[in-house]
Protein backbone atom coordinates (compact mmCIF):
# COMPACT_ATOMS: atom_id res chain seq x y z
CA UNK A 1 0.00 0.00 0.00
CA UNK A 2 2.66 2.37 0.70
CA UNK A 3 4.56 2.07 -2.72
CA UNK A 4 0.80 2.44 -4.57
CA UNK A 5 0.73 5.45 -2.59
CA UNK A 6 4.43 7.07 -3.36
CA UNK A 7 3.74 6.15 -7.13
CA UNK A 8 0.55 7.58 -6.83
CA UNK A 9 2.47 10.94 -5.34
CA UNK A 10 5.13 10.75 -7.98
CA UNK A 11 2.06 10.99 -10.54
CA UNK A 12 0.65 14.14 -8.79
CA UNK A 13 4.01 15.48 -9.05
CA UNK A 14 4.58 15.23 -12.19
CA UNK A 15 1.05 16.72 -12.91
CA UNK A 16 1.71 20.01 -11.07
CA UNK A 17 4.97 19.93 -13.39
CA UNK A 18 3.31 19.75 -16.48
CA UNK A 19 0.60 22.13 -15.61
CA UNK A 20 3.48 24.59 -14.43
CA UNK A 21 5.25 24.21 -17.58
CA UNK A 22 1.66 24.68 -19.61
CA UNK A 23 1.09 27.73 -17.45
CA UNK A 24 4.61 29.16 -18.69
CA UNK A 25 4.07 28.48 -22.35
CA UNK A 26 0.81 30.47 -22.25
CA UNK A 27 2.25 33.33 -20.62
CA UNK A 28 4.85 33.33 -22.78
CA UNK A 29 2.90 33.01 -26.37
CA UNK A 30 0.40 35.58 -24.88
CA UNK A 31 2.62 38.25 -24.22
CA UNK A 32 5.03 37.87 -26.51
CA UNK A 33 2.66 37.29 -29.91
CA UNK A 34 -0.48 38.56 -28.66
CA UNK A 35 -1.21 41.40 -26.14
CA UNK A 36 2.04 43.31 -27.68
CA UNK A 37 0.52 43.28 -30.64
CA UNK A 38 -3.13 44.41 -29.34
CA UNK A 39 -5.25 41.51 -30.25
CA UNK A 40 -7.74 40.91 -27.69
CA UNK A 41 -8.09 36.46 -27.64
CA UNK A 42 -11.04 34.70 -26.38
CA UNK A 43 -11.56 33.56 -23.15
CA UNK A 44 -11.14 35.37 -20.03
CA UNK A 45 -7.46 36.61 -20.87
CA UNK A 46 -9.59 38.19 -23.53
CA UNK A 47 -12.12 39.92 -21.20
CA UNK A 48 -8.63 40.99 -19.10
CA UNK A 49 -7.03 42.08 -22.52
CA UNK A 50 -9.77 44.49 -23.12
CA UNK A 51 -9.59 46.05 -19.35
CA UNK A 52 -6.10 46.70 -20.23
CA UNK A 53 -6.57 48.48 -23.13
CA UNK A 54 -10.01 50.38 -21.88
CA UNK A 55 -7.60 51.02 -18.50
CA UNK A 56 -4.34 53.15 -20.81
CA UNK A 57 -2.61 50.04 -20.09
CA UNK A 58 -2.89 50.69 -16.21
CA UNK A 59 -4.62 47.99 -15.19
CA UNK A 60 -1.96 44.58 -16.03
CA UNK A 61 -3.48 41.60 -17.15
CA UNK A 62 -2.35 39.55 -14.85
CA UNK A 63 -3.43 41.72 -11.91
CA UNK A 64 -7.56 41.66 -13.31
CA UNK A 65 -7.46 37.69 -14.19
CA UNK A 66 -6.54 36.73 -10.54
CA UNK A 67 -9.25 38.72 -9.07
CA UNK A 68 -11.74 37.59 -11.70
CA UNK A 69 -11.19 34.13 -10.64
CA UNK A 70 -11.89 34.69 -7.41
CA UNK A 71 -15.38 34.81 -8.09
CA UNK A 72 -14.94 31.55 -10.79
CA UNK A 73 -13.16 29.47 -8.19
CA UNK A 74 -16.39 29.51 -5.62
CA UNK A 75 -18.31 28.55 -8.75
CA UNK A 76 -15.75 25.39 -9.52
CA UNK A 77 -15.80 24.68 -5.78
CA UNK A 78 -19.42 23.96 -5.57
CA UNK A 79 -19.77 22.09 -9.52
CA UNK A 80 -16.04 20.58 -9.95
CA UNK A 81 -15.32 19.62 -6.56
CA UNK A 82 -12.29 19.91 -4.33
CA UNK A 83 -10.20 17.49 -6.14
CA UNK A 84 -10.22 19.78 -8.93
CA UNK A 85 -10.30 23.23 -7.36
CA UNK A 86 -7.20 21.95 -5.76
CA UNK A 87 -4.99 21.79 -9.14
CA UNK A 88 -7.18 24.84 -10.45
CA UNK A 89 -6.47 27.20 -7.81
CA UNK A 90 -2.65 26.32 -8.44
CA UNK A 91 -3.39 26.91 -12.10
CA UNK A 92 -4.83 30.14 -11.52
CA UNK A 93 -1.58 30.89 -8.94
CA UNK A 94 1.18 30.20 -11.82
CA UNK A 95 -0.88 31.52 -14.90
CA UNK A 96 -1.11 34.96 -12.81
CA UNK A 97 2.67 34.88 -12.17
CA UNK A 98 3.62 33.57 -15.43
CA UNK A 99 1.56 36.70 -17.18
CA UNK A 100 3.13 38.74 -14.39
CA UNK A 101 6.75 37.65 -15.07
CA UNK A 102 6.05 37.93 -19.03
CA UNK A 103 4.88 41.66 -18.65
CA UNK A 104 7.91 42.65 -16.89
CA UNK A 105 10.57 40.41 -19.12
CA UNK A 106 8.36 41.62 -22.63
CA UNK A 107 8.18 44.84 -23.56
CA UNK A 108 7.31 44.34 -26.94
CA UNK A 109 6.40 42.08 -30.39
CA UNK A 110 8.80 39.49 -30.22
CA UNK A 111 8.25 39.77 -34.19
CA UNK A 112 8.46 43.11 -35.56
CA UNK A 113 5.85 44.06 -38.39
CA UNK A 114 5.03 40.53 -38.87
CA UNK A 115 1.27 40.63 -36.85
CA UNK A 116 0.13 37.27 -38.72
CA UNK A 117 2.91 35.21 -38.01
CA UNK A 118 2.85 36.24 -34.51
CA UNK A 119 -0.27 35.26 -33.98
CA UNK A 120 -0.07 31.71 -35.74
CA UNK A 121 3.11 31.68 -33.30
CA UNK A 122 1.02 32.84 -30.21
CA UNK A 123 -2.10 30.33 -30.97
CA UNK A 124 0.26 27.32 -30.99
CA UNK A 125 2.01 28.45 -27.74
CA UNK A 126 -1.04 29.27 -25.57
CA UNK A 127 -2.86 26.02 -27.11
CA UNK A 128 -0.03 24.11 -26.38
CA UNK A 129 -0.05 25.31 -22.77
CA UNK A 130 -3.69 24.97 -21.96
CA UNK A 131 -3.80 21.45 -23.61
CA UNK A 132 -0.98 20.28 -21.21
CA UNK A 133 -3.00 21.73 -18.50
CA UNK A 134 -5.98 19.87 -19.20
CA UNK A 135 -4.33 16.76 -19.70
CA UNK A 136 -2.95 16.95 -16.94
CA UNK A 137 -6.84 17.16 -15.47
CA UNK A 138 -5.88 21.04 -14.22
CA UNK A 139 -7.20 24.45 -15.04
CA UNK A 140 -5.91 27.89 -15.37
CA UNK A 141 -9.74 29.08 -13.99
CA UNK A 142 -11.44 31.63 -15.85
CA UNK A 143 -13.63 30.55 -18.99
CA UNK A 144 -11.83 27.11 -18.99
CA UNK A 145 -13.98 26.41 -15.60
CA UNK A 146 -16.88 26.92 -17.72
CA UNK A 147 -15.71 24.91 -20.22
CA UNK A 148 -15.32 21.86 -18.13
CA UNK A 149 -18.35 22.58 -16.45
CA UNK A 150 -20.18 22.33 -20.20
CA UNK A 151 -18.15 19.36 -21.08
CA UNK A 152 -19.37 17.42 -17.45
CA UNK A 153 -22.76 17.33 -18.66
CA UNK A 154 -22.94 17.93 -22.60
CA UNK A 155 -21.71 15.91 -25.54
CA UNK A 156 -19.13 18.61 -26.72
CA UNK A 157 -15.10 18.81 -26.27
CA UNK A 158 -13.47 21.58 -24.06
CA UNK A 159 -11.73 23.30 -27.71
CA UNK A 160 -15.58 23.75 -29.09
CA UNK A 161 -17.56 25.25 -25.45
CA UNK A 162 -14.58 27.53 -25.42
CA UNK A 163 -15.25 28.40 -29.15
CA UNK A 164 -18.30 29.64 -28.45
CA UNK A 165 -16.99 31.52 -25.55
CA UNK A 166 -14.66 33.37 -27.33
CA UNK A 167 -16.61 34.21 -29.76
CA UNK A 168 -18.67 36.79 -27.84
CA UNK A 169 -15.36 38.12 -26.10
CA UNK A 170 -13.48 38.77 -29.39
CA UNK A 171 -16.79 39.99 -31.05
CA UNK A 172 -17.04 43.06 -27.89
CA UNK A 173 -13.38 44.34 -29.24
CA UNK A 174 -14.39 45.66 -32.25
CA UNK A 175 -16.15 48.49 -29.46
CA UNK A 176 -12.88 49.39 -28.15
CA UNK A 177 -11.05 49.09 -31.42
CA UNK A 178 -13.02 49.92 -34.04
CA UNK A 179 -10.90 47.61 -36.44
CA UNK A 180 -11.73 44.59 -38.20
CA UNK A 181 -8.44 43.51 -38.59
CA UNK A 182 -7.86 42.98 -35.33
CA UNK A 183 -10.85 40.90 -34.47
CA UNK A 184 -10.02 38.72 -37.78
CA UNK A 185 -6.50 38.09 -36.76
CA UNK A 186 -8.67 37.11 -33.15
CA UNK A 187 -10.28 34.48 -34.77
CA UNK A 188 -7.90 33.52 -36.27
CA UNK A 189 -5.36 32.44 -33.02
CA UNK A 190 -8.75 31.24 -31.67
CA UNK A 191 -8.66 28.32 -34.05
CA UNK A 192 -5.44 27.94 -34.02
CA UNK A 193 -5.23 27.35 -30.10
CA UNK A 194 -8.31 25.62 -29.60
CA UNK A 195 -6.85 23.01 -32.37
CA UNK A 196 -3.81 22.39 -30.52
CA UNK A 197 -5.99 22.22 -27.39
CA UNK A 198 -7.76 19.28 -28.69
CA UNK A 199 -4.81 17.63 -30.56
CA UNK A 200 -3.04 17.66 -27.25
CA UNK A 201 -5.74 16.43 -25.27
CA UNK A 202 -6.20 13.49 -27.39
CA UNK A 203 -9.83 14.16 -28.48
CA UNK A 204 -11.31 14.47 -24.42
CA UNK A 205 -14.68 12.96 -25.85
CA UNK A 206 -13.09 10.07 -27.38
CA UNK A 207 -13.55 6.62 -25.68
CA UNK A 208 -10.83 3.40 -25.33
CA UNK A 209 -11.40 -0.40 -24.45
CA UNK A 210 -9.03 -1.94 -22.47
CA UNK A 211 -8.77 -5.86 -21.79
CA UNK A 212 -6.33 -6.16 -18.65
CA UNK A 213 -5.27 -9.98 -17.74
CA UNK A 214 -3.63 -9.77 -14.15
CA UNK A 215 -3.65 -12.03 -11.07
CA UNK A 216 -4.64 -8.54 -8.94
CA UNK A 217 -7.71 -8.09 -10.95
CA UNK A 218 -9.92 -7.69 -7.88
CA UNK A 219 -7.56 -4.61 -6.71
CA UNK A 220 -7.58 -3.24 -10.16
CA UNK A 221 -11.46 -3.60 -10.56
CA UNK A 222 -11.92 -2.29 -6.58
CA UNK A 223 -9.33 1.16 -7.72
CA UNK A 224 -11.09 1.56 -10.62
CA UNK A 225 -14.66 1.65 -9.35
CA UNK A 226 -13.62 3.80 -5.80
CA UNK A 227 -10.76 6.37 -7.91
CA UNK A 228 -12.61 6.93 -11.22
CA UNK A 229 -16.39 6.09 -10.83
CA UNK A 230 -16.02 3.51 -13.62
CA UNK A 231 -17.20 0.09 -13.67
CA UNK A 232 -15.40 -3.00 -14.50
CA UNK A 233 -16.56 -6.18 -16.11
CA UNK A 234 -15.29 -9.88 -15.16
CA UNK A 235 -14.32 -11.98 -17.70
CA UNK A 236 -13.61 -16.04 -17.56
CA UNK A 237 -10.49 -16.59 -19.62
CA UNK A 238 -8.48 -19.65 -20.17
CA UNK A 239 -5.26 -19.50 -21.42
CA UNK A 240 -4.22 -21.14 -24.53
CA UNK A 241 -0.78 -22.18 -23.42
CA UNK A 242 -0.75 -22.60 -20.05
CA UNK A 243 -4.27 -24.54 -19.49
CA UNK A 244 -5.43 -22.35 -16.60
CA UNK A 245 -8.42 -20.27 -16.32
CA UNK A 246 -7.94 -17.21 -16.01
CA UNK A 247 -9.64 -13.55 -15.07
CA UNK A 248 -10.20 -10.48 -17.30
CA UNK A 249 -11.20 -7.30 -16.72
CA UNK A 250 -12.87 -5.47 -19.56
CA UNK A 251 -12.67 -1.66 -18.63
CA UNK A 252 -14.26 0.81 -21.57
CA UNK A 253 -13.13 4.51 -20.03
CA UNK A 254 -12.58 8.06 -22.17
CA UNK A 255 -9.47 8.38 -23.85
CA UNK A 256 -8.59 11.39 -21.33
CA UNK A 257 -8.80 9.09 -18.36
CA UNK A 258 -6.22 6.14 -20.21
CA UNK A 259 -3.08 7.23 -18.53
CA UNK A 260 -4.87 6.93 -14.96
CA UNK A 261 -6.30 3.02 -15.74
CA UNK A 262 -2.38 2.56 -16.88
CA UNK A 263 -1.26 4.46 -13.73
CA UNK A 264 -3.28 2.37 -11.47
CA UNK A 265 -2.17 -1.01 -13.24
CA UNK A 266 1.55 -0.37 -13.14
CA UNK A 267 0.81 0.54 -9.64
CA UNK A 268 -0.86 -2.72 -8.45
CA UNK A 269 0.58 -5.28 -11.05
CA UNK A 270 3.45 -4.03 -13.28
CA UNK A 271 3.66 -7.44 -14.53
CA UNK A 272 -0.27 -7.30 -15.60
CA UNK A 273 -0.88 -7.73 -19.92
CA UNK A 274 -2.97 -5.06 -20.98
CA UNK A 275 -4.58 -4.60 -24.69
CA UNK A 276 -5.71 -1.10 -25.54
CA UNK A 277 -8.27 -0.59 -28.44
CA UNK A 278 -9.96 2.72 -29.37
CA UNK A 279 -14.02 2.61 -29.81
CA UNK A 280 -15.99 4.42 -32.44
CA UNK A 281 -18.83 4.94 -30.03
CA UNK A 282 -20.13 3.94 -26.59
CA UNK A 283 -23.22 4.65 -25.35
CA UNK A 284 -25.14 4.41 -21.85
CA UNK A 285 -24.07 5.87 -18.18
CA UNK A 286 -21.10 7.10 -18.19
CA UNK A 287 -21.18 8.10 -21.39
CA UNK A 288 -22.74 9.45 -24.74
CA UNK A 289 -26.78 8.96 -24.91
CA UNK A 290 -27.91 6.35 -26.92
CA UNK A 291 -28.68 7.88 -30.48
CA UNK A 292 -30.99 6.89 -33.20
Given amino acids: MGFIKSQLR ?66 ALKILGWKFLVKTIFGVFALSLSLSLFENVLDGPIIEGEPFMSIIIGGALCGAGLGLIFSSNGSTGGTDIIGMIITKYKNISIGRAMLMLDFFIIGSSYFLFHDVTKIVFAFVEMVVSNYMIDQIVNGNRESVQFFIFSEKYEEIC ?6 MDRSCTILDGHGGYTRKPIKVLLVIVRKSESVTIFRFIKSIDPKAFISQTPTRGVYGEGFDPIKT
Fill in 10 to 75: KYEVRDYAVILFGTLLYGFGFNGFILSNEIVTGGLSGLCALIFFASAETIPVSVSYFVINIFLLAI
Fill in 222 to 227: DRVIRD
